[in-house]
């Protein structure tokens, strides 16, 4: 607790349009592999799963953001916005790989198999899902819909993690390590909301959220 409260002020002083700037390096960097023939026998197959796997592993870090503030003190509030908006982006890039390089833009074939597999119908329900919380990720929509709605409307991230996990682990057709952990990590930050806190917590965390924005 005490290295959060010294680490929060540090944290604050961040500014956060570094992650929307850090965002274009990924698929960038991907792109210039898959031309030039550093992605494997399939890069458009391996470009596919990586920006998918990248859109996951920020979900994880949003939903990362209140358990650490809960228990541990530490204030990354401010930064959730940003890595939620990037994790949509990756998600539609993700998507765009699949429907034009994949499918090369059929677009009634892709809608047949949105409807004949079960792991692309999680991914689209997924996306689908996040649409409005990216549309309302900005201080307008908070005053338009106001705080209580605003948040109950964001709480459609949880099903649509569960579901980008299990679209992952449902595509791997096996049980490997990694989309397990991916969904084990989701799970396990979704039911530590429901946790009491312990009141030296609850004070940490209440500090945390004190100072400048």
Not at 52 to 57: D, I
Not at 87 to 99: G, I, N, Q, R
Not at 174 to 198: H, N, T
């Amino acid at each position: 607790m005490q290295f959060a409260q010294r680490l929060n002020p540090f944290l604050r002083r961040i500014p956060v349009w570094p992650i929307y700037a850090l965002a274009f390096v990924p698929p960038v960097w991907l792109l210039w592999q898959a031309a030039n023939g550093s992605l494997g026998v399939d890069p458009v197959k391996a470009l596919e799963h990586r920006m998918g796997e990248l859109a996951l592993q920020l979900i994880v870090a949003v939903l990362a953001i209140t358990p650490l503030r809960r228990y541990a003190g530490l204030s990354l509030l401010r930064f959730r916005r940003a890595l939620g908006v990037v994790s949509f982006a990756y998600v539609v890039l993700h998507f765009l790989c699949w429907l034009v390089l994949d499918m090369g833009l059929l677009i009634q074939q892709a809608a047949g198999d949105v409807l004949k597999r079960p792991y692309i119908t999680l991914g689209a329900v997924a996306l689908l899902l996040m649409v409005p919380l990216a549309l309302t990720s900005n201080d307008w929509s908070v005053r338009r819909l106001g705080a209580a709605r605003w948040s109950r409307l964001h709480r459609l991230t949880y099903p649509a993690a569960i579901l980008a996990a299990l679209h992952y682990l449902w595509l791997v057709k096996a049980w490997p390590v990694e989309p397990i952990a991916y969904l084990g990590a989701i799970l396990a930050l979704l039911a530590l909301r429901k946790l009491p806190r312990a009141p030296a917590a609850r004070a940490a965390a209440q500090l945390s959220t004190t100072g400048p924005r």
